[in-house]
């Protein structure tokens, strides 16, 4: 069974850190591109970060550069964002998902996982 898994979320004040993890079961996640995306309350998601296969390509919202770092460990089977300096704005359902096809911040992925929820506040 094809899944992903994300993990890492929770409640975090203004300022901090936290790292999310995206795992693959039942794949190879390093033959795919992945997205992270994000979806807050009363909003569209949108795409907040991505990685090539290789890892050797990414892409990031203008809103996160330079607080938000993807990479990933293919031997892992897994994803990472670093998520730094977070603001209230940054809480939302944030999503992993994966494509052997396509690569880039649009929602064209065929593989997503549930969610995990970050809550940026004081």
């Known amino acids: 069974q094809l899944q992903l898994v994300e993990s890492g979320g929770g409640l975090v004040q203004p300022g901090g850190s936290l790292r999310l993890s995206c795992a693959a079961s039942?794949?190879?996640?390093?033959?795919?591109?992945v997205g992270w995306f994000r979806q807050a309350p009363g909003k569209e998601r949108e795409g907040v970060s991505c990685i090539s296969s290789s890892g050797g390509s990414t892409k990031y919202v203008d809103s996160v550069k330079g607080r938000f770092t993807i990479s990933r460990d293919n031997a892992k089977n897994t994803v990472y964002l670093q998520m730094n300096s977070l603001k209230p704005e940054d809480t939302a359902i944030y999503y992993c998902a994966a494509d052997p096809l396509y690569y880039g911040l649009g929602s064209r992925y065929d593989y997503w996982g549930q969610g995990t929820q970050v809550t940026v506040s004081s």
């Open positions: 039942g794949f190879t996640l390093g033959y795919s591109a």
